[in-house]
């Protein structure tokens, strides 16, 4: 098994990290696709809007998700079952 660690960022430096992969946000703070004509990004897991509050880059990819623990265990399990 491969370890990850995962890094907490505040929201300031969030949206920087998001900002530099294509991302930004709109007026109520959701995650949008600046490469995709600015569509409100969606979290594959949850199925909801991603907001800055709750954004997460998922390590080893530019896949952006709503971070709860639902989500996040659902992710590894996926990655597992990738490897």
């Known amino acids: 098994m491969v370890q990850i660690n995962l ?3 505040n929201n300031k ?4 990290a998001l900002q530099k ?3 930004d946000l709109n007026d109520e703070g959701f995650v949008i696709d ?3 004509s600015n569509t409100e990004v969606i979290c594959k897991y949850s199925r ?3 907001h800055i509050n ?3 880059i ?4 530019v ?4 971070a709860t623990p639902i989500t996040m265990a659902q992710y590894f399990l996926d990655r597992d079952e990738e490897e």
């Open 63 to 66: 896949v952006v998700i709503n």
């Open 54 to 56: 709750t954004a997460a």
């Open 48 to 50: 909801e809007k991603v």
């Open 34 to 36: 600046k490469n995709n």
């Open 58 to 61: 998922l390590p080893g990819s």
């Open 7 to 9: 890094v907490q960022l």
């Open 21 to 23: 992969l294509g991302y």
């Open 13 to 16: 430096n969030r949206l920087l």
